[in-house]
């Protein structure tokens, strides 16, 4: 499952590009710093998106799922699941585990 954070905490990360299998027009991976942790994204459409499973295991890992889950309600954070193709690309970026 993604998530998208554009705009939302205005943080100017630090972005680096993988050059994966992906083709020209579908998406591309790469990895942005926020609070000193490097998380893998697909730029979906012009929108990075954030695996779900990283940024609770990394970035937001003493806070309570629930708490998540209501903050992302109220901040209107959007969720979607991955197709196949993306759920291989994070993992070879080492944004899921295998």
Same mark, same amino acid.
């Given at each position: 499952?993604?998530?998208?954070?554009e %705009?939302?905490?205005? *943080?100017?990360? &630090?972005? #680096?590009?993988?050059?994966?299998?992906?083709?020209?027009?579908? @998406?591309?991976?790469?990895?942005?710093?926020?609070?000193?942790?490097?998380? %893998?994204?697909?730029? *979906?459409?012009? &929108?990075? #998106?954030?695996?779900?499973?990283?940024?609770?295991?990394?970035? @937001?890992?003493?806070?309570?799922?629930?708490?998540i889950?209501?903050?992302?309600?109220?901040?209107? *954070?959007?969720?979607?699941?991955?197709?196949?193709?993306?759920?291989?690309?994070?993992?070879?970026?080492?944004?899921?585990?295998?």
């Amino acid at each position: 499952m993604f998530l998208t954070c554009e %705009g939302t905490f205005g *943080i100017v990360p &630090t972005t #680096m590009d993988y050059n994966g299998e992906a083709r020209p027009g579908e @998406f591309h991976a790469g990895y942005q710093e926020i609070e000193g942790i490097n998380l %893998g994204y697909l730029q *979906i459409n012009g &929108t990075q #998106m954030f695996a779900l499973a990283q940024v609770l295991s990394d970035l @937001f890992k003493d806070i309570p799922r629930t708490t998540i889950s209501k903050k992302m309600e109220i901040l209107k *954070i959007k969720s979607r699941r991955c197709d196949l193709q993306e759920l291989r690309t994070l993992k070879a970026i080492n944004s899921v585990p295998t």
